[in-house]
């Protein structure tokens, strides 16, 4: 009896989830721009994930006879100092962005939402020691943080990702805590309570999940700054080091040949910036599509 | 409204030590050497010894740090390595110049900002709030360092209107001055000008759906006026909030400026600190620029209980 119960209370889950999901590509794909900035970004994963394959040179091959040229049929946005083929470098560049993009906002989301969930859930002393130490990491701007963190990490793609997510978890740790407190109060939270289950169970089992929403929000809230920063901090000579190509060191590089080879410069800053700003649309949409008071069901 | 004031003064205070702290063991973290920095490795193994003591490096953490709180908090936060003068007076000759441009930046973009996000609110799906709010959104997502490379290439390269890099003070060198501080002026502006146009749109579109908005209009109110008047004040507040943020964030939000248009500010000291790990540098910078961003923050905190009386009685 209770077996075929339990059964079709999966089943009804199940179907439950399927139609939310329904709902959710429903919204998110209902607008044109989205769609656009989805098809974008997948086009820029496929051109990191075949670099090897699309990119008509060796990014690092150096050719002496062919240093800062403009663009030309045999190399469509010219050449560097070193004569390497620039859009060679930004294509293989597209993978520094995105694996430390994706890697720092993982990073900060785990950290970010341990920290916010056990604040917000114990209260008292660890909250205020956990809530102090964040409010001091958001005292200081965030590009300042990171390059601070560079002197203390240094550069590299696993560093870099450590640092931005390290600059960037606050903003988990602010909306977890919240979050935990109204979810925290529900009756079924106290049920879990008096059933006596661990703190862990009852984070881990129910907080937790009852949290993913806002969690993919703001993820994909930042991942487009993320990549920015990193960018930024490439452009300084702070992030990933000179002879890997990166978006922000290739913006870097070209300064000193905008006369020669404007388009060394200029072309992968337009990017980033393309990245960012269907990383940020896409954000925007999933946004609207997962919030239930913007779709008209509450 | 002093007990609030002062609760949250001792609360900056607070959070000022955790930082303090939080600089102090980060650079304590920091790889090599500090008296092998300071000194360039070539010294004695006796002026080693000598100086290893002098700087209280054989001290736990925690009583150096109470050491160096002491000094820092009389102003002194020891001797640059890499300029060789004290850290309070090389920071003095840069900060002026960042503060200088920052707040120009800000007057610049909070009036525009907020001029264009009422005209896409009150416009809400025209043509001038697509262009708008389209920009806006484009702006936000420039990296900055790029914009200023792109103004470098065209306003200055291609057409020679104004001189690269640099930096001059107005009563200098007046025309000079303002030829030199379009460009990162132009950067600094383009970031908050859509930031604060796209707060204010989306506070200006929540309060005119508010009921005494329809009350206003509906009792017979000039549209100009409720929108100016009523709603403008209750919509702006969102973007107080804003303002602060940017304003605390802006002395080392010129990083990415400073570094193109070659202007000596606290964004580009920062960064030869790091270059050339002059550890009492960047304690004194990332403290002094978290100093500075949380005083901003007390100030929007005690405008805002001005501004809004609700926040007085919670």
């Known amino acids: 009896m209770s077996q075929t119960n339990s059964k079709t209370a999966e089943q009804l889950i199940k179907e439950h989830k399927a139609k939310h999901r329904r709902q959710f590509l429903k919204t998110l794909f209902s607008r044109k721009i989205a769609v656009a900035s989805f098809v974008i970004v997948i086009l820029m994963i496929l051109a990191a994930l075949l670099a090897g394959v699309i990119s008509p040179y060796d990014p690092n091959v150096i050719s002496i006879t062919e240093r800062t040229q403009g663009p030309s049929v045999a190399h469509l946005l010219g050449t560097d100092e070193f004569g390497r083929d620039v859009l060679s470098r930004i294509i ?79 903003v ?3 909306m977890m805590r919240s979050q935990v407190l109204s979810i925290k109060e529900r009756d079924y939270i106290m049920a879990g309570k008096l059933q006596g289950n661990s703190s862990a169970r009852l984070m881990f089992r129910h907080i937790l999940p009852n949290s993913v929403s806002p969690i993919i929000v703001t ?24 002879p890997t190509a990166s978006w922000g060191s290739l913006v870097a590089g070209g300064r000193a040949y905008l006369l020669t080879n404007p388009v060394y410069s200029l072309a992968p800053g337009i990017c980033i910036a393309l990245l960012v700003i269907c990383l940020n649309t896409l954000g925007d949409g999933v946004r609207d599509a997962l919030d239930p008071r913007l779709r008209g069901e509450i | 409204m002093v007990r ?32 092998a920095a300071m000194t360039g490795g070539e010294i004695s193994g006796e002026t080693y010894d000598r100086l290893y003591h002098e700087m209280n490096m054989d001290k736990p953490v925690l009583v150096r740090y109470v050491l160096w709180l002491k000094d820092a908090v009389t102003g002194n ?62 702006c936000c997502c420039l990296p900055q360092f790029w914009l200023g490379i792109l103004f470098l290439y065209l306003l200055s390269m291609m057409l ?23 460009m990162p002026l132009l950067c600094l502006a383009v970031g908050g000008i859509a930031s604060i146009a796209r707060q204010t749109r989306s506070s200006m579109l929540e309060v005119i759906r508010q009921d005494y908005i329809r009350t206003a209009k509906s009792k017979g109110l000039k549209e100009k006026k409720v929108i100016y008047v009523h709603a403008l004040k209750n919509a ?23 570094n193109v248009f070659v202007i000596p500010g606290m964004g580009s000291l920062l960064v030869n600190a790091i270059n050339s790990l002059d550890i009492p540098l960047i304690q004194g910078c990332v403290l002094l620029i978290a100093a500075f961003s949380s005083v901003i923050n007390l100030i929007t905190d005690i405008v805002y209980v001005i501004v809004d009386p609700r926040i007085r009685v919670a």
């Open chain 2, 4 to 35: 609030y004031i002062l609760q949250r003064l001792g609360q900056t205070i607070l959070i000022l030590l955790i930082v303090s702290f939080m600089t102090y063991l980060l650079v304590d973290f920091l790889p090599g050497d500090p008296i």
């Open chain 2, 160 to 182: 020679g209107w104004l001189p690269a890099s640099g930096f001059v003070w107005p009563w200098e060198n007046f025309v000079e001055s303002v030829r030199l501080t379009i």
């Open chain 2, 236 to 258: 702006l507040l969102p973007v107080i909030t804003l303002m602060g943020l940017r304003l605390g964030g802006l002395v080392g939000g010129s990083v990415f400026v400073e």
């Open chain 2, 77 to 138: 936060f020891g001797t640059s390595q890499s300029y060789h003068m004290p850290v309070t007076s090389v920071i003095a000759e840069r900060l002026p110049v960042t503060i200088y441009l920052s707040l120009m930046a800000f007057f610049i973009s909070v009036p525009l900002g907020i001029v264009f996000g009422i005209i896409s609110a009150v416009r809400r799906g025209t043509a001038a709030d697509t262009v708008v709010t389209t920009t806006a959104n484009v």
């Open chain 1, 172 to 174: 988990y740790i602010r």
């Open chain 1, 219 to 242: 993820m994909t809230q930042q991942i487009g700054g993320t990549i920015l920063s990193e960018a930024g901090l490439s452009f300084l000579g702070l992030g990933i080091s000179v």
């Open chain 1, 92 to 170: 293989y560049g597209s993978r520094i962005s995105l694996v430390v993009g994706v890697l720092a906002v993982m990073i900060a989301c785990v950290i970010g939402t341990l920290a916010g969930m056990v604040a917000g859930f114990f209260g008292g002393i660890v909250d205020d020691v956990i809530s102090r130490i964040a409010e001091a990491i958001r005292v200081i701007p965030q590009v300042v943080l990171a390059i601070a963190l560079c002197a203390v990490f240094g550069g590299g793609i696993v560093n870099m990702a450590i640092i931005l997510g390290i600059s960037n978890m606050t």
